[in-house]
């Protein structure tokens, strides 16, 4: 990826501060089939409405944070649909719901796991979760937490930088949050680990994400550490 020298420069709209990104401080991450298994076995069982749950996902960070991120869904619907986000620039192709009567939880359907089954369980315990929903893919599940569900929670850690930079830019552009679910940042710089060996967890605006790390048990926690942000 580079710069058009000759295009940016001269365009006087543009400020100063834009025009002093460097090439290397920008990253784009690309899912281009997020939601896999879903995919796999929407054609194994001739289950189409399975594709619902398939998106790509392409998101910009800049100096390690995102602030860009496109998440289209082409099986929504009869037409598909394109959720997209700039940093300051609010979020399109969607309106974001502002509360639920209920808290609904959504995490994975195909990976699921002993430490994902006991965050939810504490969850549930202090009323933080009322239902349980198991879908597909990173990108659907931020576009579930868009339209009503109180939270993303996935205590695991095979889930990948791509899976998470444009639904983090999408969601934070929403009033939302996205971290690991010991509330650590997730970094998005050209060298870092790719997995995102601490979980995630993504909340809805009108919930307190506080309340969710504060609820998930220390030894699950324990059991998920973020090593270094670089490889
Ligand atoms: N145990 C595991 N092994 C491999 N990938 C995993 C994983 N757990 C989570 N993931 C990743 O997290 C994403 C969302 O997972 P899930 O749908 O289970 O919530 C998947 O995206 P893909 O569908 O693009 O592979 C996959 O990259
Ligand atoms: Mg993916």
Not at 131 to 144: I, P
């Amino acid at each position: 990826m580079g710069f058009n020298e000759e295009v940016l420069p001269s365009d006087r709209l543009m400020s100063n501060e834009l025009k002093e990104i460097k090439e290397n401080e920008v990253v784009v991450w690309v899912d281009p089939l997020d939601g896999t298994s879903e995919v796999a076995l929407a054609v194994k069982n001739k289950n189409l409405a399975l594709l619902e749950q398939v998106t790509v996902l392409i998101g910009i960070a800049y100096k390690g944070s995102p602030v860009a991120g496109i998440i289209h869904q082409p099986y929504h619907s009869t037409s598909g649909r394109t959720v997209w986000a700039i940093k300051g620039c609010g979020v399109h192709g969607l309106t974001p719901a502002l509360g639920n009567t209920q808290k609904v939880v959504v995490t994975t359907r195909s990976h699921l796991s002993e430490s994902v089954s006991s965050a939810l369980e504490a969850l549930k315990t202090k009323n933080l979760a009322d239902n349980v929903e198991k879908v597909g893919g990173a990108g659907f599940k931020v576009l579930k937490v868009l339209e009503g569900c109180a939270a993303y929670v996935f205590a695991s850690a095979g889930c990948k930088k791509w899976d998470t930079c444009a639904v983090e830019a999408v969601l934070t552009a929403a009033g939302g949050r996205l971290t690991d679910i010991s509330g650590r940042e997730l970094r998005y710089e050209q060298d870092v680990q790719l997995n995102n060996t601490g979980g995630v967890l993504a909340t809805a605006s009108w919930v307190k994400h506080q309340d969710y790390i504060n609820t998930i048990p220390e030894e699950i926690k324990n059991g998920l550490p973020e090593y270094s942000s670089k490889k």
